[in-house]
């Protein structure tokens, strides 16, 4: 059974590591990304641009190293993309964290339109506190 082109194209981003390249052509340019309540810098961002300034830009601060880990990928067929994951995370100050994701992606035309985000919060702020 093949790939959806949906399940295709986020799979992409999560292996370019968010490189610009790929964002520019993946991420449309309407995208909502809606970080959950609790999560460091938290909240809904309007364009990639945004994102990147100000949730990336504000949140990459406070690490040496923050990724996020895809386990598994999982498409309907009206566009959504699941995937369930972990962030790696190494704080400034040397803690270390895996905390646990779940995307829900949304796809439309090729373009990746929406991404709800939900973390393990509580994790990610002990390693940031701790």
Known sequence: MSESPSLALIRRVYESRMAPEVTSEVMAPDLVWDITPGFPNSGVYHGW??????????????????????????????????VFGHYHAETKTGNKA?????HLWTVRDGKA??????ADSHVLKEALNG
């Open 113 to 118: 339109v929406n991404m709800r985000q939900a």
């Open 49 to 82: 641009d945004d994102v990147a300034k100000n949730f990336f830009g504000a949140t990459m601060t406070s690490y040496e190293s923050f990724g996020a880990v895809p386990e598994e990928f999982y498409a309907d067929d009206e566009g959504h993309v699941f």
């Open 98 to 102: 895996d905390v646990r994701f779940i």
